[in-house]
């Protein structure tokens, strides 16, 4: 009886201590740069972000193989992917193209509009991260100004969620970047 009870004891124990953690990540913030004087003459763009539908379960996205897709079930965004890329890239777009005003978000739709349709955006099995999909620039009236495919590898610094985030962010860095010289 004694053996028992002891036993019950260790099962209760180690049914504790597996119980997996779940972890949340964000990318990190961009500072914005100072408002430009005059700023208000500035031609303003609406940044729309659209993403594949597997890219806003929740978790992170990991690439196995050629084919083979995983969505981390422990490893999860701590806020919606579609905002935080879209927090990122305003900031950044805002280094890249000061002479613009960037908005996430706008009352009045009657604006340029700069679209990013992110069909990738996940690490891959080899230690990269990848970037992938097309933008879309329109005027206000809503006319197909410019559009341009992307895909970009960008090689973690290290392993796990940490690094694969870090290597997102970077990522949109470079997306930015290859953009703002398109304008």
Do not use: H
Not at 79 to 88: D, F, N, S
């Amino acid at each position: 009886m004694k053996t028992r009870i002891i036993l019950a004891l260790l099962c209760l124990l180690t049914a504790c201590s597996s119980v997996p953690v779940t972890r949340y990540y964000r990318l990190p913030d961009v500072p914005l740069p100072p408002t430009l004087a005059g700023s208000v003459d500035r031609p303003v763009v609406l940044l729309d972000i659209k993403l594949a539908d597997f890219l806003s379960a929740g978790g992170i996205a990991y690439q196995q193989g050629e084919v083979g897709l995983t969505l981390a079930q422990q490893n999860l965004w701590a806020e919606r992917v579609q905002e935080g890329v879209k927090r990122v890239l305003v900031a950044r777009m805002q280094q890249y193209q000061p002479n613009q005003l960037w908005l996430g978000s706008a009352p009045d739709a009657r604006i340029s509009t700069l679209t990013i349709e992110l069909s990738q955006f996940n690490g891959r099995d080899d230690g990269k991260a990848l970037l992938g999909g097309r933008w879309t620039l329109r005027n206000a009236e809503q006319k197909l100004l410019m559009q341009s495919p992307f895909y970009l590898e960008v090689a973690q610094q290290g392993a796990g969620y940490d690094a694969l985030v870090l290597a997102l962010s970077e990522g949109l860095d470079r997306l930015s970047q290859n953009i703002s010289k398109d304008f």
